[in-house]
Nanobody, 124 residues
Framework: QVQLVESGGGLAQPGGSLRLSCVTSGFTFSDYFMSWARQVPGKELEWVSGVYGDGDTAYLDSVKGRFTISRDNAKNTLYLEINNLKSEDTAMYHC??????????????????WGHGTQVTVSS
């Protein structure tokens, strides 16, 4: 069964850090560009970061320097570390799988699977 399951969200203070995880199953994880995207109520899903199977990364300009995406192909797991949390980081964070292998996919139109998400709330 193809599945993505996120965890690691929660309530954090401004300036703090969180590490999100996405455990995957049912496909050859290392073949696919994997992404993190976030959504707040009333707004569209926003891509924030992605990583190729070989570890090359890409980021939304506004999160560069604070977000770090990584993957462990042996564990079929994707990670997102968020540092210096800001209130505007509050959102539901989803991991997403590209439809085609080895192709960068930073828009929802080319994702064929995403998880239910993990909520990140930044508040003092």
């Amino acid at each position: 069964q193809v599945q993505l399951v996120e965890s690691g969200g929660g309530l954090a203070q401004p300036g703090g850090s969180l590490r999100l995880s996405c455990v995957t199953s049912g496909f050859t994880f290392s073949d696919y560009f994997m992404s993190w995207a976030r959504q707040v109520p009333g707004k569209e899903l926003e891509w924030v970061s992605g990583v190729y199977g070989d570890g090359d990364t890409a980021y939304l300009d506004s999160v560069k320097g604070r977000f770090t995406i990584s993957r462990d192909n042996a564990k079929n797991t994707l990670y997102l570390e968020i540092n210096n949390l800001k209130s505007e980081d509050t959102a539901m964070y989803h991991c997403a799988k590209a439809r085609a292998a080895r192709i960068r996919c930073d828009r929802s139109v080319c994702w064929d699977l995403w998880g239910h998400g993990t909520q990140v709330t930044v508040s003092s």
